[in-house]
């Protein structure tokens, strides 16, 4: 069994930043086997491809709302995902959740149909 667990979301003001944390764990999972994603769902709005990074982190690969702004790294060792956000604009608020997948290619997948474990979200919100 997979467990992915976001934390690090907030209130912040326009301009400011958050990073991020994706932790995961389970009995034989090892996220240096997988590329991890980062997704985000706004109220009312369809859950939309953020970031992703290979397994050896050595592609990542971003939408273009956050290119420039948004870094995504891993540290494999600590089984853990991270998701660096700065200049952050209000309509970056949303619930932000990371993502995998046995199926999930080091370039990685723009759908959420074809990833597998979901971690719960953490809340992001930007006040102007």
């Known amino acids: 069994q997979v467990q992915l667990v976001e934390s690090g979301g907030g209130l912040v003001q326009a301009g400011g930043s958050l990073r991020l944390s994706c932790a995961a764990s389970?009995?034989?999972?090892?996220?240096?086997?997988?590329?991890m994603s980062w997704f985000r769902q706004a109220p009312g709005k369809e859950r939309e491809f953020v970031a992703h990074?290979?397994?050896?982190?050595?592609?990542?690969y971003y939408a273009d709302s956050v290119k420039g702004r948004f870094t995504i790294s891993r540290d494999n060792a600590k089984n853990t995902v991270y998701l660096q956000m700065n200049s952050l604009k209000p309509e970056d608020t949303a619930v932000y959740y990371c993502a995998t997948g046995p199926g999930i290619t080091t370039s990685g997948a723009s759908s959420p149909a074809e990833y597998a474990y979901w971690g719960q979200g953490t809340q992001v919100t930007v006040s102007s």
């Open positions: 990074i290979s397994w050896t982190g050595g592609y990542t």
């Open positions: 389970g009995r034989t999972f090892s996220i240096s086997e997988y590329t």
